[in-house]
């Protein structure tokens, strides 16, 4: 597999994860254009891939306007001559309950995940199909967009919208060539670092050691790095038939989600009153009740704090 001759943006790719899809599409041989709001931290990303011999520019500006996503594909264009791959990473988080969550913390967070997803996304799908370059779109989800978590209700709506888009854009690009799916990653970062549940795996990734196996391997969780490989799949070539799919990666596991289909399928003749749902409805439901938010099983004793 090689990505020699492909020009990639990846959104957010300062740091985290987006870096890690930056330095591992520059590994595979794409030119790479890194955003983040960051001048600084934008420099040093593009140096990190610089180092190692591969090729990056940046483009500091926040994602989610129009003007900043015709800022990325012009600066693709300008510089490396063409645009093959968009992986949209930039985000943003402002947790807290329903109850309590402002008007500014809901919109800020829709506004980077999904409209910034949208506008860039339409920008570089339009010079694709305008150039008949057969793409990659690569729009990276969460498992809080899949199954909710408390305290996320801007978050959560913005990756499930996310996901939402990305298999209409399937439809949609199809007779172009032009692929688009959703990766979910489950990994260490700023995030998942304040949370005790994962702390020894943290502290290993801190210290340069394995982690234990009981995340890599049972909650699927483990580096940035490790979530990279399948974005530069998804980029490639090899990838040409793979398209509206959601896929989970994380440590030692990979996952395809299933899209959203019905559990249970009944009928009521004349329709469903509200009389004929109290007399039916616990029965339809009580076998098929669905869960929400992620569980995890309990820590096993020596990893415990």
Not at 7 to 33: D, K, P, W
Not at 51 to 78: F, S, Y
Not at 104 to 116: K, P, Q, S, Y
């Amino acid at each position: 597999m090689s990505l020699e001759g492909k020009v990639a943006i990846v959104t957010g790719s300062g740091r985290g994860l987006g870096l890690a899809y930056a330095q591992e599409l520059a590994r595979q041989g794409a030119a790479v254009v890194i955003n983040d709001v960051s001048v600084e931290i934008a420099e040093t990303a593009v140096a990190s891939i610089e180092a190692n011999g591969g090729n990056a520019i940046a483009v500091v500006a926040p994602v989610g306007p129009t003007e900043t996503a015709r800022a990325l594909v012009k600066a693709a264009v300008d510089t490396y001559g063409r645009l093959d791959i968009l992986v949209t990473n930039a985000g943003v988080i402002r947790d807290t309950v329903l109850w309590k969550m402002s008007d500014e913390d809901f919109d800020l967070v829709i506004d980077v995940h999904l409209r910034g997803t949208f506008t860039c996304v339409r920008e570089a799908a339009t010079y694709m199909r305008e150039n008949e370059i057969p793409g990659r779109i690569i729009c990276i989800g969460s498992p809080t967009g899949q199954r909710g978590n408390f305290g996320q209700t801007n978050y959560s709506a913005a990756k499930a919208g996310v996901v939402g888009m990305v298999r209409t854009w399937a439809l949609e690009l199809k007779k172009a060539g032009i692929t688009a799916n959703a990766v979910v990653p489950v990994a260490a970062t700023a995030m998942t670092a304040t949370v005790p549940y994962f702390a020894a795996a943290v502290e290993a990734e801190a210290r340069g050691a394995v982690m234990p196996a009981f995340f890599r391997h049972d909650l699927g969780f483990g580096t940035s790095e490790d979530v990279a490989g399948v974005v530069a799949y998804l980029a490639s070539d090899e990838a040409s038939e793979v398209s509206g799919q959601v896929i989970g990666i994380g440590g030692d596991r990979l996952q395809v989600w299933s899209h959203p289909e019905p559990v249970a399928t009944d009928y009521h003749d004349g329709g469903w009153t509200a009389e004929a749902l109290a007399t039916e409805f616990p029965r339809i439901i009580s076998d098929n009740r669905q869960s929400v938010g992620d569980r995890f099983p309990p820590l096993p004793e020596e990893l415990q704090r």
